[in-house]
């Protein structure tokens, strides 16, 4: 099951040793998580969701527009603690895709994001990353394949 923290941000950037790797503006920070169960067509499924989620404020300040209508973009980050394993005071990560699995997946998120027009920038999939952002609103959701 992917799983996705996204954030609405006014700007979001990635740094990889000291040097801008990925920056947008109005958007998604997208922090993805994969399963070694994951397929290509959860992936492409949950791209479709993010990609037509209505939570950008229209005219009258309701959450009714979507990354398309605000000409946003997506920071795609690869996140393999979001499958940690939380019952010991030291995480184990057992449950996260090895990489000869989450690489591909998270290519292939990224790739069903730019299908529908959207800009993405990303990290490095396994560097030591700093990311930035500027959050919007604050909007925080969480989504999980198995249940979208």
Avoid: W
């Amino acid at each position: 099951m992917l799983r996705a923290v996204v954030t609405r941000v006014k700007e979001a950037s990635v740094h990889i040793d000291g040097v801008l790797h990925g920056q947008i503006g109005t958007g998604y920070l997208i922090l993805l998580g994969i399963a070694p169960e994951d397929t290509d067509a959860a992936a492409a499924h949950l791209a479709e969701k993010i990609v037509h989620l209505r939570v950008f404020s229209d005219d009258a300040g309701k959450m009714n527009r979507a990354l398309s209508e605000v000409n946003g973009a997506v920071l795609v980050i690869s996140q393999f603690t979001l499958f940690a394993d939380l019952k010991k005071r030291r995480p184990g990560f057992s449950k996260a895709a090895k990489p000869d699995v989450a690489i591909p997946m998270y290519e292939a998120f990224m790739t069903h994001l730019r299908e529908h027009g959207v800009s993405v920038a990303h990290g490095e999939f396994g560097a030591d990353m700093q990311v930035a952002s500027v959050n919007d609103g604050p909007v925080t959701l969480l989504f999980d394949t198995d249940e979208v």
